[in-house]
């Protein structure tokens, strides 16, 4: 069934998040492949005891679709790949031909800035940032660095609702996924004054690059 609520990326149950991106070209094919999407599955029965989540998102840009699910492992997943995935697919391609299906991304969390407790702000933004290193060893001290200049930067991040840092298990990178309150907080955020903590994470030795993208979350599917 629909949800409105975004999801909880902290939930314990969820042994395997996967992030994938579609481009799909315009933003009127953009908000039909969210109708397809819902239509394809709430037609169907869940399709899978395993999948506690699936999230889709409209990028800002207006060409892409981010979806995020929540699987309990990744064995969950390898079976509704099987069974499930295609005829799903084949709906929403036949709904919006031509999409191009960037790929699928699979997950470990590793770390999150939880949102406080008492705070019932709606994200009105969802901004995903992946972070590239040289040396996959290194991803967690980064993490732990982010997360300590958090810590002590308080009102810089005042609109933040929460960030959450995942490990690829390809190595490679790490996915922020974070909740600001609006736009324009997130924007006074990047434009505060830098500190010393912020800049050891933006001069860490064997960060290679980073890739930020903005979204909204417009579709929450859960089992009924």
């Not at 991304?105 to 702000?121: L, M, Q």
């Not at 050891?200 to 960060?207: A, N």
């Amino acid at each position: 069934m629909r949800t409105e609520k975004h999801p909880d990326l902290t939930d314990p149950r969820v042994g395997a998040p996967f992030f994938s991106t579609w481009r799909v070209g315009t933003p009127e094919r953009q908000r039909l492949t969210v109708e397809a999407v819902r239509h394809t599955w709430e037609r169907r029965p869940w399709p899978a005891n395993g999948l506690l989540g699936y999230h889709v998102y409209a990028g800002h840009d207006g060409t892409t679709v981010m979806h995020y699910s929540q699987w309990r492992g990744e064995q969950d997943y390898e079976a509704y790949l099987k069974t499930h995935r295609q005829e799903r697919v084949d709906e929403i391609d036949t709904v919006v031909p031509g999409i191009e299906r960037v790929g699928l991304r699979r997950y470990r969390r590793r770390r999150s800035r939880e949102r406080a407790a008492g705070d019932v702000r709606v994200p009105g933004l969802i901004v995903t940032v992946r972070i590239d290193f040289e040396d996959a060893g290194r991803r967690e001290e980064w993490v732990d660095l982010v997360l300590k200049a958090l810590e002590d930067d308080v009102e810089g991040h005042a609109g933040l609702v929460s960030a959450h840092f995942h490990l690829s298990t390809d190595g490679g990178h790490v996915l922020n996924y974070a909740e600001w309150e609006s736009a324009a907080a997130y924007d006074r955020a990047l434009a505060a004054p830098s500190t010393d903590a912020w800049e050891r994470v933006r001069t860490f030795d064997g960060l290679v690059g980073s890739t930020g993208s903005r979204y909204t979350h417009a579709l929450g599917l859960v089992p009924g």
